[in-house]
């Protein structure tokens, strides 16, 4: 058996998420079929995150196992013709054999995503499904500073989507920083883990925080309720990516 | 009769650039549109410059003429609504009233241009149609450095497009810097004017610098000849970004 490691890029926006659905179109999906095509071998790949429709992969890791011996770099090269080929908005960055206990999502110690506000009046252009636009001026340095009273081990239930399958609603959010970059909005997240959208209901919430809806006494409400229902907003996906997965050793 | 300055954001992929075509769409027509749409009047949007099918604008500078008063914050807002719900990628970031002899396209004094590299092996995901993607390894300081080499005033003959309808093909390029940014490497040139096809030719053959295919003494060859049949290559439209239009007193 050789097993395969990958790093991942794809646009979110044609897809119901990584995981495989019945009805929907799947990152994981493509990348089986892919394999397959290129393989001849049914395979089964594993990412170290699971994504929601929409949201975007800058470095996604995934693995999977092969039968036989495989050049890595010829892989990478096939699995992207054959996304390519398909239509598929997938690339395939990296490919590399990696040890047989190496794990993409339970070796996983470190994950980081980045959510991109554009803060304008004028719609989208090139951004569209990318970013989530923001009308009225949001005060990104109140964001980052209420940011940092959700940082550290919490019980985020408020920041749950009812649908999470994590055992435990408490986390360490180790780093949650917030930038503005002209008329762009910069929010970085990083923990071991995240609950079901987590970041995107911090977010939500840092947004109501930027434009003088809430206070940092409502977020810190809201985070010590541990109630969904005292959730401020859900940010959109569009803004969403998942730019880093860490691994002992790397 | 009251005169608007606009700065326009827009996607240029469904575009055939920016001047009214009769059988393809423009972002003159949809502008032009989208006026008659807020105000009811014929109007001619003129910009600081043409756009070739595919090229994108960050801030593309234009102007029209109503024959009554409108308030300008308004405007933004009308135009942008009519240009969404018509479904085009084309925003209005900005909309001021300036004087009759100011000119979106005769006025302008200085215009630049970024134009956009991704440099690996995978195929684009998220950049489709608004990178250049370039497989093979290429080097941003050669270029930087060749670049300079057509830096100044010169007869561009051989970076001119056969249709280009500019009186005259010399021209003064200011400025022609290449950097590297990871895995991206960008282009920025100013000059006052640019002929047809200027920059995507002369980043065509940057890229074969770029590439090794093209020695330094190979460039100035290709601009000393002052023959179009010399260029290396054009670049494709996708990575190329109308970036300022510069006027007086600004």
Redesign the interface.
């Known amino acids: 058996m050789t097993r395969f490691a990958l790093t991942l890029?794809?646009?979110g926006v044609p897809y119901a998420g990584f995981q495989r659905q019945s009805h929907a179109p799947s990152v994981q999906q493509a990348l089986e079929e892919a394999a397959f095509g290129v393989t001849g071998e049914d395979v089964r790949v594993h990412a170290s995150g699971r994504t929601d429709t929409g949201v975007?992969a800058?470095a996604m890791r995934a693995h999977f196992d092969l039968s036989r011996p495989f050049d890595p770099f010829r892989m990478?090269?096939a699995l992207?013709a054959h996304?390519?080929k398909a239509g598929h908005?997938?690339?395939?960055?990296d490919c590399r054999e990696v040890a047989d206990d190496w794990h993409a999502r339970f070796s996983c110690i470190g994950r980081a995503y980045e959510y991109r506000i554009v803060n304008?009046?004028?719609?989208?252009?090139?951004d569209?499904g990318?970013a989530w636009r923001i009308s009225r001026p949001i005060d990104a340095q109140a964001m980052h500073d209420a940011a940092q009273v959700l940082v550290g081990h919490h019980d985020f239930t408020t920041f749950r989507s009812v649908h999470c399958q994590s055992a435990s609603p408490v986390k360490t959010l180790d780093r949650l920083d917030v930038r503005r970059e002209g008329e762009r909005v910069v929010i970085e997240a990083a923990a071991r883990s995240f609950l079901h959208h987590q970041v995107r209901s911090m977010v939500g919430c840092l947004a109501m925080v930027g434009q003088g809806q809430w206070s940092c006494a409502d977020l810190v409400s809201a985070l010590e309720a541990k109630d969904r229902c005292k959730l401020g907003l859900n940010a959109p996906p569009d803004g969403l990516y998942f730019v880093k997965a860490v691994y002992p050793g790397e």
């Open positions: 890029e794809w646009n975007h800058l990478a090269g992207n996304l390519l908005a997938i690339a395939v960055l304008r009046r004028a719609p989208l252009t090139l569209v990318k």
